[in-house]
């Protein structure tokens, strides 16, 4: 069935009781062409990607929970491109354009929302590299804006530009960013995928893969052995216990990263507002909640729940920056796994098992790649070769001396 | 999270910060001939275990030691904690 508004109205005046299910539940196959284990965003989506761009008609998603409990569900729904790297800026670039373009795409309404992203400085050395970063975007064709103290008074009146220990100097802005439903990227990319023929196969989970001779031709789940010819891994917060499955050992921790909504309240907060720091960021959701966070908590975990440090950290920085914020009550708070890579960037590529592909180490910020993750991982497993956009995105990258870190902080995870 | 400090008892987790896997105690011999390899190894590979892990833990607010750290990943449970110093000598470090 196509939404539409007419579809909505029709609909209504028939009780609403005319909506069938989105996607199938059909029991698994023996085989398959491609099976993509973890049905998160990147799963989905690569999924989708495959059976509609690269017109593979044999393909599965084995999740083992339900589709969108993982991190596509959790984050806290930002969008942008405004990274400094080669190897980053135009994969995040082709993402924001799939997101511009996504709803009609899917016949979904993703409430993709393009309301600016602005990241804040305080220092001069600081709007240096911001300025520097803001070019870098645009010799890559993105828009980037910097706002000096004034442009940001009238956009941000309600900021704190006179803390003392962070004066607030400006922003650099990217008008095109913005915040997207998260749970409705999952079901889109799911009614999608489902519709071009893909078996969504939930409460499946992958406990190890079918291997001999170096060769990978299948997963074992416990519905039984699922054979294919080739298989794709995204499973984000568990890449590594995962691919340990497959005796490999990757250049990830996995950390938590916590999100929190406020109760709602009047609109006030225009886009997405990042004070980096002092650990915070925030955005206002459509229901009026201030939807926020800050830094991952630090330390190697699998446990999808943070600790009260964090929660101080994030809400004092959050008080700093916003004064009037601290009269408003918290309502709901989690944590999502996140895999963290020992140089902030994530990996899309073949691994030294024929047959076995991965994609992962998406840190804090792979909800806004899920689009362009979904063609590079499709691309990958549909031709053996990597998307244009994803070629630095190598498993041997750390060997070789070409990591992308954004930051500089070398091989330490939790200061990405 | 409280972490037992062998000296000073029960501190609360805020007071130290992070590093990683207590294997970085091993680092590897920069002559040998596959130090290349083992680098790599050492610095970027991690097991990431699911459970018990030993990690190393800095207790900068406080009498600036650094200890080994077993906590189980799934429960955030700290089942022991030693000095990182006797764990490097006990494990065959000489300094
Ligand atoms: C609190 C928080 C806030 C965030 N905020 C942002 C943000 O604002 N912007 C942004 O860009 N990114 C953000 N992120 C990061 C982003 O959410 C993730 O990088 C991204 O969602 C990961 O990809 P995914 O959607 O495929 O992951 P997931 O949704 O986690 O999908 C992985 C799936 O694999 C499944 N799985 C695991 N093991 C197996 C197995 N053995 N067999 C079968 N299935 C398995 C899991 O159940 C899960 O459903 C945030 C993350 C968190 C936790």
């Known amino acids: 069935m196509r939404n539409s508004a007419f579809q909505v109205f029709k609909q209504a005046l028939q009780g609403d009781v005319g909506w069938k299910p989105v996607w199938r539940s059909p029991d698994p196959k023996p085989e398959y062409d491609f099976i993509i284990v973890g049905g998160g965003g990147h799963g989905l989506a690569t999924a989708y990607y495959l059976a509609k761009k690269y017109r593979q008609a044999n393909v599965a998603v084995l999740e083992k929970g339900w589709i969108g409990s993982g991190n596509v569900g959790r984050n806290t729904t930002i969008i942008r491109s405004n990274y400094l790297l080669d190897g980053n800026e135009p994969f995040y670039e082709f993402s924001m354009k799939l997101w511009e373009g996504l709803e009609q795409e899917l016949n979904y309404n993703a409430m993709v929302s393009q309301r600016g992203i602005i990241n804040l400085f305080h220092t001069d050395s600081q709007r240096d590299a911001f300025v520097r970063r803001g070019n870098a975007m645009r010799l890559n064709g993105v828009d980037a804006v910097l706002l000096d103290r004034e442009a940001l008074r009238k956009e941000c009146p309600f900021l704190n530009f006179d803390n003392a220990r962070f004066p607030i100097l400006g922003g650099l802005s990217q008008p095109r960013g913005g915040t997207v439903r998260h749970d409705a990227v999952a079901w889109g990319y799911a009614r999608g995928a489902d519709q071009h023929g893909v078996d969504i196969i939930q409460n499946c989970e992958a406990t190890g893969f079918l291997i001999s001779d170096g060769v990978c031709t299948g997963v074992a789940t416990p519905r039984g052995q699922i054979r294919a010819k080739k298989v794709g891994v995204a499973v984000a917060g568990s890449s590594s216990r995962v691919m340990a499955k497959a005796g490999m050992r990757l250049p990830i921790e996995s950390h938590v990263l916590q999100a929190f909504v406020s109760e709602g309240l009047k609109p006030i907060i225009p886009g997405v507002v990042t004070f980096g720091a002092g650990h915070f960021y925030v955005s206002q959701s459509n229901k009026g909640g201030l939807v926020f966070g800050g830094d991952i908590d630090g330390y190697n975990t699998y446990a999808q729940r943070g600790n009260l440090p964090t929660v101080e950290d994030v809400c004092e920085g959050g008080v700093a920056i916003m004064p009037m914020i601290g009269r408003a009550r918290l309502l709901r708070m989690w944590g999502g796994v996140v895999d963290m890579s020992m140089d902030g960037s994530p990996i899309i590529d073949k691994t030294h098992i024929e047959g076995l592909y991965f994609n992962g180490g998406w840190c804090y910020g792979g909800f806004k790649a899920t689009p362009a993750s979904g063609v590079a991982f499709a691309h990958l497993l549909a031709t053996d070769s990597p998307h244009e956009t994803a070629t630095a995105y190598r498993f041997d990258r750390f060997s070789r001396g070409y990591m992308i870190d954004e930051k500089g902080m070398g091989a330490q995870p939790n200061l990405h | ?95």
Request: proline share 4%; net charge negative.
């Open chain 2, 1 to 95: 999270m409280i972490i037992t400090h062998p000296v000073l008892g029960p501190r609360d987790a805020q007071e130290f910060t992070y590093l990683g896997d207590a294997s970085l105690i091993h680092r590897p011999d920069p002559e040998a001939d596959d130090a290349t390899g083992a680098f790599h190894e050492y610095l970027y590979q991690r097991e990431n275990i699911a459970g018990e892990h030993r990690e190393l833990w800095f207790h900068e607010q406080g009498d600036r030691s650094w200890l080994v750290v077993t906590r189980n990943t799934l429960t955030h449970e700290v089942l022991d904690v030693e000095f990182a110093n006797d764990v490097a000598r006990r494990e065959g470090r000489s300094q």
